[in-house]
């Protein structure tokens, strides 16, 4: 298990390393939580910080597959889908994968 004292470490990561640091260790408190329904009486969804690494490392491997060549790495990448835990996972991919995001 992780623990919840980061501050040894502040300042000398960044936030793919965080998520990838807390999934590997089992770090206990969530990532987000969401909805299951419109009704929020229905329940949350829980997304930990290891199955955020998951998606995020799967969208990683997507953006690698999809686009190769170093200029598309170069470029800025533009994302246009809902402001929501998506826009997050595909943020911390292209920041882990070296592209840029406008």
């Not at 390393?17 to 229905?42: C, L, N, T, W």
């Not at 969804?45 to 969208?59: C, F, G, M, P, S």
Request: include cysteine.
């Amino acid at each position: 298990m992780g623990s919840t004292n980061d501050s040894e470490k502040c300042g000398e990561r960044l936030f793919p390393q965080i998520v990838d640091e807390r999934a590997r260790d089992g770090y206990e408190r969530p990532f987000a939580m969401f909805s299951k329904s419109p009704k929020p009486s229905e329940g949350f969804e829980i997304v930990n910080y290891k199955r955020l690494a998951n998606a995020v490392n799967r969208v990683c491997w997507w953006l690698d597959a999809e686009f190769p060549g170093v200029e598309e790495r170069e470029n800025a990448f533009a994302y246009f889908g809902p402001n929501d835990l998506r826009y997050i996972i595909f943020f911390l991919a292209t920041w882990k994968t070296g592209r840029k995001v406008s």
